[in-house]
C-alpha cells in the first residue's frame, strides 16, 4: 500500500504552540541540554521549595537511579486546583457524562472540586491515612475516581486504583501487594445498561485481603448493598460532615504519587510507581503541547481512570493545565454507536482522544452513526493504546474529523507516564499508522537482535536511550525487579518490550510487543498470568497463551490446554474454562479460543516452542520453520489438524 502524508494544515503551523521549526529546535535543545531544558519547563508548576537540581539519572548497574528535581517539594493537588482558584474558580473542571444518554450530566467546578477534595482528604485522614500509605480505589468512571485521586495526592497518601473491570480475585491481589488497609468503592458500577457489583466484589475480595480495615462507599445506583458495622463507611456521609479545609502536604519532588498494576512477560503483575515533579511535569507539558491545549477548551480522553491514560490525560493533566476534561461512564455503543459523536455535540468537545480498538467497533457499524451528527465542534483527534491501523486511521480523519482534524498517534506506556512518541499537530505532518517523532526529551533508538545500535531506516528492538521525567521509578515492593526488567535486556538503555520501524523520514513506526505480552483491545495482559490462572484449574494439566490476530481487539487471546490425563475435553469443559479465567482475572481476560492440546511442542530441554504456538494461532501453518529440534515433533501435527474452526 502506497503510504499517504497528511501536512500540517496551514492554520496549525501559523496557530499552535509550536511549528516544525519550533519542534525541531526544541527538541534539539531539549537532548543536548537536559538540565537547561527541564530546569526551565519544571517551573511551569508551582513549587512550595524550588529545586535546585535537575537530572540524576544513571540507566547503569553501578550507579543505577532516577531522580529529577530531586530537593524540590510540591504538592500535586495543589498543582492542578488551589492554584486555579483564584483566576478559574467558577471555570467547569469535570464535565461528567452519566452512562444512559437520558440521566442528568454533572458540571463540577475548580471550586466545587477543589471543596470535595478537601473533604473526602479529611474523610481519609480521619481513619488514619498517613503521607506515604497506600490507598485502593475501585471505582467506575464518576467524579468521585477523580476526586479519590486527588484527596490521595493531597495528603500525600499514594493511590492504587484496580480497573472496575477486575475480578475480586485480581483485586486482592493488589490491594494484598501494595498493604492497603483502606479502599473506596461504590455500590455499582453502571456501563452499558448493565450494573457491575463493585461492593459486592470488593467484599468477595476480603478474603485474600486481610489488611482491610475500611471501606468507603460511593452510592451511584443506590442498590441496597450491606454494609459491615465498623469496616464500611458511606462516602456521602462522612464527606458532608468533613470540613472544607485541608491544606495540602509538602512533598518531595520525588515522594510516591502512585501505584498502577500492569502485566508484564512474566510473573504477576508490578506495581509501576510513579513519583510527584517529574510526573507532574510530564503529564501536564505532553498534555499542553500533544493537544496544542488552551486553558477552558473543551477537551475529552474517553479512557478509563483504571488504566495509565485515565490518569495522566483524563485527570492530572487536564486539571494541572487549567483544563475542562470530560469523564465519560458509558460506552461507545450505548445506547447506540452514535454515542461518542453525540457527546461530542451536546458538549462541544474540541480535542477528541480514543483508542483505535474502539474506533474498529465503530467503523463496522458504518458511517450513518456518525455522520447524523454533527461534529464541528471538533479540532483535533487523538488515539492511544495499541498500532492504529492505516485504515481505521483514515476513517478516524476522513468520517469523524471529516479531514479537518489533524491525528495524533501517541506512543507510550504505564511505565513512561505520558506520550513518548507522537505528533505534534502544528509541527509534524502525519503518516497513517506511524506515531512519528519524539517528544522533547525522548531519545529513541533501534537495536539489533546483538543489541547493536541501527542507524537510519530499519526494524529493531525500541529502547529509549536516557531518562526523562515522567519515567516510572520503581516496582512496589521489589527494586530488582525494576532494573531487572526494564534495564538488563540492552545494558545501559530502558527496553520498551515493543518493536519498531523506522522509515527514511525518521519517522517510528511501532510493530507490537515483542515479549509475551498481548494486547488485547488496548488492555495489557501478560501470557504467564492466563496460563497460571488456567492450570490453577483443577482439570488443567497445563496452559500456554498467545496472541492472535483480531479484527476488532487488535489482538485476541489463544489458549492450548492439556487437560489431566483422566480428563475428557468436551465443549463444557471448554466453556468452564472461559468462565473460570473471567473469575480469576476478569473479562478482559476471556480467551477467544480454546484449543485442547495432548501435548505442547517443547524443546527437548522442556521449553515450549512459542513460536510455533502463535503461527498456529495465526493460521499461518504453511511457515512453522524448523521442528526438528523438538522432543516431539508430531505435537506439531496434532496442533494444526485439530485446530478449532475461528467464528
Ligand atoms: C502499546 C498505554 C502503538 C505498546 C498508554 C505499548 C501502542 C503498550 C500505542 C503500553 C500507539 C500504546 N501505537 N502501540 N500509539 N500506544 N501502545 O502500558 O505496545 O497500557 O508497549 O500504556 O501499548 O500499554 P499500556
Redesign the pocket.
Known amino acids: 500500500m502506497g503510504e499517504s502524508l497528511y501536512p500540517v494544515p496551514a492554520q496549525w503551523a501559523a496557530n499552535a504552540l509550536v511549528d516544525e521549526a519550533g519542534y525541531n529546535a526544541m527538541h534539539a535543545r531539549s537532548v543536548e541540554d537536559p538540565e537547561g531544558f527541564w530546569g526551565e519547563h519544571g517551573l511551569r508548576l508551582d513549587w512550595i521549595k524550588p529545586y535546585s537540581t535537575v537530572k540524576q539519572t544513571s540507566y547503569h548497574k553501578e550507579d543505577f537511579g532516577i531522580r529529577w528535581f530531586a530537593d524540590g517539594t510540591l504538592n500535586l493537588c495543589a498543582n492542578a486546583l488551589d492554584r486555579h482558584l483564584a483566576t478559574r474558580g467558577d471555570q467547569v473542571a469535570i464535565l461528567w457524562e452519566p452512562d444512559s444518554p437520558t440521566d442528568a450530566e454533572r458540571r463540577i467546578t475548580y471550586r466545587e472540586l477543589h471543596e470535595d477534595v478537601c473533604r473526602l482528604a479529611n474523610v481519609l485522614k480521619a481513619q488514619g491515612v498517613q503521607k506515604g500509605d497506600r490507598v485502593t480505589l475501585y471505582l467506575p468512571m464518576v467524579p468521585e475516581a477523580a476526586v479519590a485521586m486527588l484527596a490521595c495526592a493531597r495528603i500525600g497518601a499514594i493511590h492504587s486504583i484496580v480497573f472496575a473491570g477486575f475480578s475480586p480475585e485480581a483485586l486482592a491481589g493488589r490491594i494484598d501487594d501494595c498493604g492497603s488497609r483502606i479502599v473506596l468503592t461504590c455500590d455499582e458500577g453502571l456501563r452499558g445498561g448493565k450494573k457491575v457489583p463493585l461492593k459486592a466484589n470488593v467484599d468477595a475480595a476480603m478474603d485474600h485481603a486481610p489488611g482491610v480495615e475500611c471501606v468507603i462507599v460511593l452510592k451511584r445506583t443506590g442498590a441496597d448493598v450491606p454494609m459491615v458495622e465498623g469496616r464500611d463507611i458511606d462516602w456521602h456521609t462522612a464527606t458532608a460532615a468533613a470540613s472544607t479545609d485541608c491544606p495540602p502536604e509538602e512533598m518531595n519532588a520525588e515522594d510516591p504519587l502512585f501505584i498502577l498494576y500492569?502485566s508484564g512477560s512474566t510473573g504477576k503483575p508490578k506495581g509501576v510507581l510513579h513519583t510527584t515533579g517529574g510526573y507532574a511535569v510530564w503529564a501536564s507539558m505532553t498534555h499542553q503541547y500533544v493537544f496544542d491545549y488552551r486553558p477552558g477548551q473543551i477537551y475529552w480522553c474517553a479512557a478509563d481512570v483504571g488504566?495509565?491514560?485515565g490518569h495522566s490525560y483524563v485527570v492530572y493533566g487536564p486539571l494541572i493545565n487549567g483544563g475542562t476534561t470530560v469523564m465519560f461512564e458509558g460506552v461507545p455503543n450505548y445506547p447506540d454507536p452514535s454515542r461518542f459523536w453525540q457527546v461530542v455535540d451536546k458538549f462541544k468537545v474540541e480535542i477528541f482522544y480514543g483508542a483505535p480498538t474502539a474506533l474498529r467497533a465503530l467503523m463496522r457499524e458504518g458511517d450513518d452513526w456518525v455522520k447524523k451528527t454533527s461534529r464541528s465542534s471538533l479540532r483535533l483527534l487523538g488515539?492511544?493504546?495499541?498500532?492504529?491501523n492505516p485504515e481505521a486511521w483514515e476513517w478516524y480523519h476522513k468520517v469523524v474529523g471529516e479531514n479537518r482534524c489533524p491525528i495524533v498517534?501517541?506512543?507510550?506506556?504505564?511505565?513512561t507516564g505520558g506520550a513518548m512518541i507522537t505528533p505534534l499537530p502544528g509541527a509534524t505532518a502525519l503518516k497513517p499508522g506511524s506515531?512519528s517523532k519524539p517528544f522533547f526529551g525522548v531519545q529513541p533508538l533501534l537495536l539489533d537482535n546483538d543489541g547493536k545500535v541501527m542507524e537510519g531506516a530499519g526494524e529493531g528492538c525500541l529502547v529509549i536511550a536516557d531518562s526523562w521525567p515522567g519515567q516510572m521509578r520503581g516496582v512496589w515492593g521489589d527494586e530488582e525487579r525494576f532494573f531487572n526488567t526494564y534495564f538488563t535486556t540492552f545494558a545501559g538503555y530502558y527496553f520498551?518490550?515493543?518493536g519498531c520501524r523506522r522509515d527514511e523520514d525518521g519517522y517510528y513506526w511501532?510493530t507490537?510487543?515483542i515479549d509475551d505480552v498481548i494486547?488485547v483491545s488496548?488492555?495489557?495482559m501478560g501470557t504467564a498470568e492466563i496460563e497460571s490462572a488456567l492450570v490453577a484449574h483443577a482439570k488443567v494439566a497445563e496452559a500456554a497463551v498467545v496472541g492472535m490476530p483480531h479484527e476488532i481487539k487488535g489482538q485476541g487471546i489463544y489458549a492450548y490446554v492439556t487437560c489431566n490425563a483422566d480428563v475428557e475435553p468436551t465443549e463444557a469443559l471448554r466453556k468452564e474454562l472461559v468462565q473460570w479465567v473471567r473469575h480469576e482475572i476478569g473479562p478482559i481476560a476471556t480467551p477467544d479460543v480454546i484449543q485442547f492440546a495432548p501435548g505442547l511442542p517443547k524443546t527437548r530441554s522442556g521449553k515450549i516452542m512459542r513460536r510455533i504456538l502463535r503461527k498456529i494461532a495465526e493460521n499461518d501453518v504453511s511457515s512453522l520453520g524448523d521442528t526438528s529440534t523438538l522432543a516431539d515433533p508430531s505435537v506439531v501435527d496434532h496442533l494444526v489438524e485439530n485446530r478449532p474452526a475461528l467464528a
Do not use: F, L
Open positions: 500492569t488504566w495509565v491514560t488515539s492511544v493504546g495499541e498500532p492504529i498517534d501517541t506512543w507510550w506506556q504505564t511505565e506515531a520498551t518490550g515493543d511501532i507490537g510487543r494486547n488496548g488492555h495489557r
